[in-house]
């Protein structure tokens, strides 16, 4: 194949087969011409991809899940014009399916092309390349509709007023696809640029007529590729709008999160303040009574005696003071070993505890869970 189209060595290289788009040309000469400058042929060769996206919704008897699928469509394409005869060879490579092969091959057929237009080695791309802005097309329009889903859930849980549950693993997929839409939309319109230039090249040295005019049908194919840039200019301009759209409601998520997180925490503080004001009467109490009920328990004891009016006191009080420090010292030993015991439960960070409640169960959780 290399030696019968002859086909640059490059075509073949690791990197142009990894590359994400390309457009090349080369010029081939009559090798019976002495000076090599007489057009006999043109090669040509570019590289177009679309990620194609689509989402799938998997319904089992325990759980509906959901999976953002996709497959990369190539236009991948060698062409090899004849200056004698006009005759064009095409050889197209890797296309996934049966379906995408004979649009290029209906491309590129219907219609038929002019004679005026087989005098123009470009007359192929304006035909190829509008079956992949199409592609393009509908690959933004698909990762647009993803990201409307997230947007009109979000407006479903705002109207019920439900606390805010956003799916971030299930946005950064979305994100993905788009940037790869992205991608491929600006490389399209970079590669249709270079299609833009070699043609106008071909045109001031090859292709003017003998009055020095271009023929209307090489006017018609700059102007078909002028129509497919700008279509992948618009279609990248839509992609970015999406990843602006997509980046807005990831934004709004996390502050909404944030917020609903603040309003939770005032809440807990607010609980907070009243236990604290409850336990502050509470020990303004015992200050009140401790000292005198503790007065009240020493002298109650039969370590004090009043017979007679004469107060007396055993010569066994030590005791009291004994068994009295023993039995405190018990008490913090046995609070400090079994305090890791009693510790609350570590929070975890993954817990929805309220978010995404309805607003029946608000109060519950409120006075259930943060009480």
Excluded at 43 to 54: H, L, P, Y
Excluded at 67 to 72: A, K, N, S
Excluded at 177 to 206: C, N
């Amino acid at each position: 194949m290399t030696s019968c189209f002859q086909i640059p060595k490059v075509w073949w290289e690791e990197c142009c087969r990894n590359a994400n788009g390309y457009f090349g040309l080369e010029e081939l000469t009559e090798s019976t011409n002495p000076t090599g400058e007489k057009l006999s042929g043109l090669n040509s060769w570019a590289r177009f991809q679309v990620k194609a996206v689509w989402q799938d919704d998997q319904k089992d008897e325990k759980e509906k899940t959901r999976e953002i699928l996709y497959d990369w469509d190539k236009l991948n394409a060698f062409a090899r014009w004849y200056e004698a005869t006009n005759h064009m060879a095409l050889v197209i490579f890797d296309p996934r399916s049966d379906e995408l092969k004979n649009s290029f091959t209906s491309a590129v057929l219907n219609p038929r092309p002019t004679p005026g237009e087989l005098r123009d080695p470009f007359w192929i791309y304006p035909r190829l390349i509008q079956k992949m802005v199409d592609l393009e097309e509908t690959s933004v329009w698909a990762t647009r509709k993803l990201i409307r889903d997230v947007e009109k859930k979000r407006c479903k849980q705002e109207k019920s007023k439900q606390s805010l549950d956003p799916e971030y693993s299930w946005l950064h997929e979305i994100s993905r696809h788009v940037i790869h839409v992205s991608e491929t939309l600006r490389v399209g319109a970079v590669s249709v640029e270079s299609i833009q230039k070699h043609h106008e090249d071909f045109l001031e040295l090859h292709g003017k007529l003998g009055n020095g005019q271009v023929s209307m049908a090489s006017r018609n194919i700059r102007n078909r590729l002028a129509f497919c840039h700008h279509m992948f200019r618009s279609s990248a301009h839509r992609a970015e709008a999406n990843s602006a759209r997509l980046q807005s409601e990831v934004t709004l998520a996390f502050n909404k999160v944030s917020q609903e997180d603040s309003n939770v925490s005032v809440q807990i503080a607010h609980y907070t303040r009243n236990d604290s004001a409850a336990m502050r009467t509470i020990a303004a109490v015992t200050m009140l009574f401790l000292p005198a009920t503790f007065i009240s328990a020493i002298f109650g004891t039969t370590f004090f005696n009043s017979d007679g009016g004469v107060w007396k006191v055993s010569d066994k009080f030590w005791i009291f003071w004994v068994a009295a420090g023993l039995v405190t010292f018990l008490s913090f030993a046995i609070w400090v070993g079994l305090a890791p015991y009693f510790r609350p439960k570590p929070i975890d960070p993954t817990e929805r505890l309220f978010r995404a409640l309805p607003p029946e169960q608000e109060a519950e959780v409120d006075e259930k869970a943060i009480v």
